[in-house]
């Protein structure tokens, strides 16, 4: 178990008097994520739950109950009527269970298209389970290897239990004083919440990396094409102060952000294509994976694998990109892909 300190809590007021406090948790082993404490509303209202693992939801409760004593807050964990889950990671979500309990039954809401991702989540699992070995499959994974990747992707959820949802939030909707607005890519029901000149961007947005995209053959509204029409929705936002992540540091400069993102994903495509020109025979996912990021390990070799594919993916929609082995795939059920540059 890690025993990295974590960052201090931090306090933000928006233009409008809502007050934030950051809550910092250790996630996953080495991996930081933030939920949000907003007061100032109708009711108090926890936005995101860590992953309860490991310790992740005996950080947050003790971030909350820390707030009474550093900052003066009248406040116990039992006030808290509302949990906002900005969209359907387990790093996010995971500890949802643990602030039922700790609340005594805060009311529920994310976005419809990750709702069953909290009511039917044993469901869930085997579906999204099923969708990754097909595509794991057609980026040329088989045998050992497979089952790894397979293990890796499952050994996070497998403390996470299906629970309710009270509510439910659409593109534009305003409760209480927090606008939403639907940014899938990341994540089918991805939301960022706006607090008069504070932007909640969860994983949408971060500072220092570009947020992980996956195909959309494996999860529907997640994939590149997502990701740039939820980046140009954002970019249209006026009078944004300061955008908080659910990992990483404030974003002070939002549309430079953006802009920088924009820019990397630009070159990412035209090394996947330079990839193809030069390559002497047709390439699959794997080797697509390999070339991009030849340097990853563990986890992360999964990573790599959704997002090269998600970078596939949008190029082949876009008419970039031919599959090269089309009698495989007539003879096969599901062939390793490969593929050349138009």
């Known amino acids: 178990m890690s025993t990295q300190t974590l960052p201090a809590i931090q306090q933000y007021r928006s233009a409008g008097g809502v007050t934030l406090y950051r809550l910092p948790m250790e996630v996953f082993p080495g991996f930081i994520g933030y939920a949000y404490l907003v007061l100032g509303l109708s009711v108090p209202t926890l936005i995101d739950t860590g992953s309860g693992y490991l310790s992740s939801s005996d950080h947050l409760e003790q ?14 964990i039992t006030d808290i009527g509302r949990i906002i889950i900005t969209h359907g990671h387990v790093d996010h979500f995971g500890g949802l269970a643990d602030m039922l309990r700790a609340t005594g039954g805060a009311q529920v809401g994310i976005h419809p298209l990750d709702k069953r991702v909290l009511t039917h ?8 389970t099923k969708n990754l070995t097909i595509y794991l499959k057609r980026a040329g994974i088989e ?5 790894d990747l397979l293990d890796m992707y499952g050994f996070s959820k497998q403390h996470v239990r299906s629970v309710k949802v009270d509510f439910t939030f659409e593109d534009g909707e305003n409760i209480d004083g927090m606008q939403f607005w639907h940014v899938p890519g990341h994540c089918s029901g991805q939301v960022a919440i706006r607090f008069d000149d504070i932007l909640l961007s969860a994983d949408h947005i971060l500072s220092h990396t570009s947020p992980h995209v996956a195909a959309e053959s494996i999860t529907h509204y997640t994939g590149l094409g997502h990701y740039l029409e939820s980046l140009r929705k954002v970019r249209q936002f006026e009078g944004i102060r300061l955008t908080l992540g659910g990992h990483e ?3 002070d400069d939002l549309h430079g952000r ?4 924009q820019m990397r994903i630009d070159q990412k495509l035209e090394r996947l294509l330079d990839i193809l020109r030069d390559a002497e025979t047709p390439l699959s996912v794997l080797q697509i994976s390999k070339a991009m990021y030849p340097d990853k390990h563990g986890f992360n070799v999964l990573l790599a694998l959704q997002e090269a594919g998600a970078y596939v993916e949008y190029l082949y929609e876009r008419g970039h990109l031919s599959v090269a082995n089309l009698r495989d795939v ?3 059920d599901n ?3 490969l593929y050349s540059a138009l």
């Open 335 to 337: 062939p390793t892909l």
């Open 249 to 251: 540091d404030p974003i």
């Open 143 to 147: 045998g050992q290897r497979l089952h």
């Open 121 to 128: 989540y044993e469901e869930r699992v085997v579906v999204a």
């Open 258 to 261: 953006i802009d920088y993102l």
């Open 330 to 332: 007539e003879s096969s």
């Open 63 to 76: 971030g909350i109950a820390t707030l009474r004593d550093h900052y003066g807050e009248a406040l116990s």
